[in-house]
């Protein structure tokens, strides 16, 4: 079955403790993207990797670091989360095909930092 | 900043009634994506659009793209309560940035049985 997944789904941290979220699609895709989504801002991008070892910035960079390392997976880390980094994130993957982006979506980290 | 700003907000209608939401920017984009979010979901993709003045449609869900590939509406007919759910649109390609993704805010739509 194609799919993104994502661990963990939930996750309750205190200010400062690094964590990563993983990020794993077994559809062959070469875009791989994280979101935040958070109650009146909508869905924003933080990061994106057009193809392995290519990582570039979304809107909400800050605070946040990626790695491509294989093109099945795309960790999102947080080196020292903080209370502003609250919020549901979504992975997401597509093909790159001349800037038109059918992405799927995996089932959400919903993040608590206190 | 590109924006993709979505109209309405937010819409609550009776189960067999018509509807249309918009989404419209004042850039122009490559491609057009509209996705459906239900609670605790990622959005799942509804259509992709990509020539000017393209129709789609989907059941009962009809999608145009703008002649000028700024804006997109997405048309419902006689909703249905398993229509209830945030309608989201994201655009690529804009302001030469072709790999950079925004979406709109979304409009929360809530059918009524």
Known sequence: EAQVTQNPRYLITVTGKK???????????????WYRQDPGLGL??????????????????????VSRKEKRNFP??????????????????????????????????????? | TQLLEQSPQFLSIQEGENLTVYCNSSSVFSSLQWYRQEPGEGPVLLVTVVTGGEVKKLKRLTFQFGDARKDSSLHIT???PGDTGLYLCAGAGGRNRDDKIIFGKGTR????P
């Open chain 2, 109 to 112: 739509l809530h059918i009524l």
């Open chain 2, 78 to 80: 006689a909703a249905q």
């Open chain 1, 19 to 33: 964590l990563t979220v993983t990020c794993s699609q077994n559809m062959n895709h070469e875009y791989m993207s």
């Open chain 1, 44 to 65: 924003r991008q933080i990061y994106y990797s057009m193809n392995v070892e290519v990582t570039d910035k979304g809107d909400v960079p800050e605070g946040y670091k």
């Open chain 1, 76 to 114: 999102l880390i947080l080196e020292s989360p903080s209370p502003n980094q609250t919020s549901l994130y979504f992975c997401a993957s597509s093909f790159f095909s001349g800037a038109v982006y059918e992405q799927y979506f995996g089932p959400g980290t919903r993040l608590t930092v206190t």
